[in-house]
Every structure is written in structure tokens, then in C-alpha cells.
């Protein structure tokens, strides 16, 4: 499954490594968007496969963020 | 005397000062970023300079930059405006080492002011109440705990050198707080570059009051009475109003009394803003200086007819400030709305194109807006794109005119908090005052829908 990014920003912070588990609705990424940090989850559990983007990294609306399978 | 002013800023406050700056004969340079190529403000100024990319840090926040249009540009001063660079002692060190006039206080001000913790050390010094807290900074979560329990939860976690709400956390417990603190000393390291943290005891049932200073390089100082701000979301003001609809005229004096005195103790000197909590039996405590001016300036300028960003540049020039404490007058009742780009159910950022933008007009009505139709809207800035402001013989008058001017607002193709902002003035406690720092999260029951 692929993760999006909800909206424009910078990648802030990213939170959980490649390889490792993730939860249904746990946050795997913070972007920053507009002063405002916006926190992206893992709509389904899995394991994070991939990730697209890299901390400092810019994403526009749709963007994919990483891959959960 | 100043001539040109470099504005080191950008949106509706760039706009704000140029304003002031053309009725003042005074030449206006703006700068701006890839993002701002096509910016009202930059429009708005006599000559315009790219100074980067749209990120704040390769752009609003380059310094260097900034100074080198300075020089290319021969101005004679800079307004810093809020924000970016605004209470930057650097900032101000290098204006004056190039011989550029700052418009805003000395640099160590800045630097006192700019640490809280050093802030309720010379508060306190001056005989200004503070709320009970530390007076150092608190090295450890662990550290933190055991402080919080004398303090008694609930607690209010600060950076140090935060600001904007960023870096604050309100927590009950000892489990809350060492989460929060690790997480708020990182983000306040990666916002401001210090991670340095200190409590506060949390008051619950206060208002977020200020007063409005100005002083001149004369040792004259005044203030121009207060400003009600507590209506916050994210620890982010919302709307504002002057004077404070439910304080005593008793308080009322106080503030002003005390706030000059905290300016006159550290020598302040332009315009600047104390920021006080008053509890439900009209206790107040100092909760920060803001050495700067505020984004709601012009809800005090509605209510004494002067012009805060005039009086900044005629201090700036070393002029005596032209009205004593007695002279000030204050009437009516003036109303400030931040507008958003942002749901007003989530309070999430919305950038994105404005399709469609219509301002309100009349009598008593002023909008400081950054954007017009056809603008983007980006993620890199403050989502703030407006302040509507309206003025009312009294505040119901002022009520009255807020409720007709945001049903002609109109804004389409991003989200705005204005349908928030149109329900929470029909709330009783709104109409009664009875606005605290829990306004939102108390009341707010969005029943409105997206757009």
C-alpha cells in the first residue's frame, strides 16, 4: 500500500525505520506544513517497505511517502 | 532622518508598514522569495529585491542576504515587522555595526526578553508578578518531575526560546510530562536552536491579556491600554479585542501601570508588548515581553486613533514621543479575526490557489490582507492570510459589524477558519465576554462544514 502525503509540505521527521512493523493509524512521518507540524499514518498494518522521501525533503499534495505491504 | 525603509518581512504586515512608510514621504524596499514573485507587498514597495528560495530559512531568515540588499538598496533603516527575523539580537547588532537604524528595541532587549527564563528574572527584579514556576532552566525530565511536584499539576512546559506556541505543552501528570519533555526540548532545538526548558504552574479559568507599550530614547514611556486575546487555538491567538470586555477598571489601570513599569526597568525603548495571565480573581501574572510589533496592533490603533508603526519609525529617529499618559485617550471597541488557510474543524493547514476573494467594505471596517484572486496560498508560510478588523461605538456595535463584514468575506479555493470564526461569535459566552484560554476547546462544537 502506498502512504500519501495529505498535503503540501516539508518531510519533518521520519519515525519508524525500513523494515520495521507498523500498526493500523501509527504515525510514520511529520511534515511540516505551514508553521504546523501534520502527522501521516500507516492506514494499514504491515511492514514499511520503502521509503520515497528522505527528512528535509519537500512533498506536494498526493505525493507517495513510503510503502507499507 | 529616515528616508528608506528596508521591510525584512513579507504579507499583510510587509504591507502594513509600507503603508505608514508612504504616508510618511519615506521610500519603501521589500524583499522577497521564489514563492512571494508575485506578492501584493512586493507590488506595494518602490523597489523589490529576490532575496532566495521559498524556504524561510534560505530566504526571510538569511540575514546576510538581507543585509546585502540593505546596502544595494541605501536604505537608512529596517523594519523588522513580526516574526522571521523580528527579535533577532543578531539582527539588530548588524544594523547598527552598518550604521542602519533598527525600528524596534537594542539588541541585549532583545536578547533578555527573547529567553523567558531570564525574562521572570528581570520580572521579577522589577516587582512584576510571575507566574510560580522555575528560574532556571530544567535540565532533565527527571529533573522536571520532581519540580512539577512541588509546582502542583497541572503544568506548563515552555521552551525557553520558543514562541508561536511551539515548544509549550499544558501537562497533568508525571507520565505526560516525561513525554513532553523530550519531544518539546528536540522541537524547540530544531525551531530556535535551544532546547533549554522551564515550567510553569498551568492556570486554568485565565485570560490572556496585553498591554501595548511605546517608548522613546527620551525616557518617556507610555501605554495605550490593553488587548483581550484569549481566544487561542494551538496556543495561537484567533481573535482579539480592545479593550478587554470583562475586566475592572481597577485592573484595567493596574495593567498599564505595571507594564510600564516593566518596560521603564529594563529600558525598553519603541514599541513592545507585555503579555499578562490574569486569573478569575483578577490576579495577573507577566507571561512574556513581545519586543515587537504584534500582528493585532491595529485593534489599539482603532480604539486610540494613534499609528503604532509611525510612532516605531518617528522613536526610530530619536524624536520625543508626542503624547504623555494623560493624553491618551481610548473609544469604542475594536475587534481583530485572524483568517486562516485552514479547516476550521481540524485547524489543519489548507494551501493551495484562491480562486475567488472578496474583502468586506464600510464604515469601521479595515482589512490588513496579504493575498487577493488568483494567489497561491503555499506551505511554507504562516497560514495566516487576513486580519479582519472592525470598529463599534461599544461592543455590541463592534459584535454587530463583525457578524455582517465575515458574511462578505469571501474567499474560494482554500479552506478558511472563517465559518469558525462566524459561530464563535454567536456563542453566549462570546456575547458575555466570558472568554478564557479554554474558549475553544471548551465551546467550539464545529457543526459547520468545510468551505
Known amino acids: ?69 | 532622518m529616515i528616508k528608506k525603509v528596508l521591510i525584512a518581512n513579507r504579507g499583510e504586515i510587509a504591507r502594513r508598514i509600507i503603508r505608514t512608510c508612504k504616508q510618511l514621504g519615506i521610500q519603501t524596499v521589500a524583499v522577497y522569495s521564489d514563492a512571494d514573485q508575485n506578492a501584493l507587498f512586493k507590488k506595494d514597495a518602490d523597489e523589490a529585491y529576490h532575496i532566495g528560495p521559498s524556504q524561510v530559512q534560505k530566504s526571510y531568515l538569511q540575514l546576510d542576504k538581507i543585509m546585502e540588499v540593505a546596502e544595494i538598496s541605501n536604505v537608512d533603516a529596517i523594519h523588522p515587522g513580526y516574526g522571521f527575523l523580528s527579535e533577532s539580537p543578531t539582527f539588530a547588532e548588524r544594523c547598527r555595526e552598518e550604521n542602519i537604524i533598527f525600528i524596534g528595541p537594542e539588541a541585549d532587549i532583545l536578547r533578555l526578553m527573547g529567553s523567558k527564563i531570564e525574562a521572570r528574572k528581570a520580572m521579577i527584579k522589577a516587582g512584576v508578578p510571575v507566574i510560580p514556576g522555575t528560574d532556571h532552566a530544567v535540565d532533565s525530565a527527571r529533573d522536571a518531575v520532581a519540580i512539577a511536584e512541588q509546582i502542583g499539576y497541572p503544568v506548563m512546559l515552555k521552551a525557553s526560546a520558543g514562541g508561536g506556541g511551539i515548544g509549550m505543552e499544558v501537562v497533568h501528570s508525571a507520565a505526560e510530562l516525561q513525554k513532553a519533555f523530550e519531544n518539546n526540548s528536540k522541537r524547540a532545538e530544531t525551531f530556535f536552536g535551544d532546547g533549554a526548558m522551564f515550567l510553569e504552574k498551568h492556570l486554568q479559568n485565565s485570560r490572556h491579556i496585553e498591554v501595548q507599550v511605546l517608548a522613546d530614547h527620551h525616557g518617556n514611556t507610555v501605554h495605550l491600554f490593553e488587548r483581550e486575546c484569549s481566544i487561542q487555538r494551538r496556543n495561537q491567538k484567533v481573535l482579539e479585542e480592545a479593550p478587554s470586555p470583562a475586566i475592572s477598571e481597577e485592573l484595567r489601570v493596574n495593567l498599564g501601570k505595571t507594564a510600564v513599569k516593566a518596560a521603564e526597568a529594563i529600558h525598553y525603548t519603541n514599541a513592545g508588548t507585555i503579555e499578562f495571565l490574569v486569573d478569575e480573581k483578577e490576579h495577573f501574572y507577566f507571561l512574556e515581553m513581545n519586543t515587537r510589533i504584534q500582528v493585532e496592533h491595529p485593534i489599539t490603533e482603532e480604539i486610540t486613533g494613534i499609528d503604532i508603526v509611525k510612532e516605531q519609525i518617528n522613536i526610530a529617529n530619536n524624536q520625543v514621543l508626542p503624547f504623555q499618559q494623560d493624553e491618551i485617550q481610548r473609544n469604542g471597541h475594536a475587534i481583530e479575526v485572524r483568517i486562516y488557510a485552514e479547516d476550521p474543524i481540524r485547524f489543519f493547514p489548507s494551501p493551495g490557489t484562491i480562486t475567488r476573494l472578496e474583502l468586506p467594505k464600510g464604515e469601521g471596517v479595515r482589512n490588513e490582507c496579504a493575498v487577493t484572486s488568483g494567489d497561491k496560498v503555499t506551505p511554507f508560510y504562516d497560514p495566516m492570510v487576513a486580519k479582519l478588523v472592525v470598529y463599534g461605538e461599544n461592543r455590541s456595535e463592534a459584535i454587530d459589524k463583525l457578524k455582517e463584514t465575515l458574511h462578505q468575506f469571501k474567499v474560494e479555493g482554500i479552506k478558511t477558519n472563517i465559518p469558525m470564526l462566524q459561530e464563535i461569535i454567536t456563542y453566549e459566552a462570546f456575547i458575555e465576554g466570558d472568554t478564557q484560554t479554554s474558549f475553544l476547546r471548551k465551546y467550539y462544537q464545529p457543526t459547520t462544514g468545510g468551505n
Request: charged residues 30%.
Open chain 1, 1 to 69: 500500500m502506498e502512504i500519501k502525503a495529505s498535503m503540501a509540505g516539508n518531510v519533518w521527521k521520519i519515525t519508524v525505520q525500513q523494515g520495521e512493523a507498523v500498526e493500523a493509524g501509527q504515525d510514520i512521518v511529520i511534515l511540516e506544513s505551514m508553521k504546523m507540524e501534520i502527522p501521516i499514518a500507516s492506514e494499514e498494518k504491515g511492514i514499511l517497505k520503502e521509503w520515497k522521501v528522505q527528512e528535509g525533503d519537500f512533498v506536494d499534495e498526493g505525493d507517495t511517502i513510503a510503502i507499507v505491504e
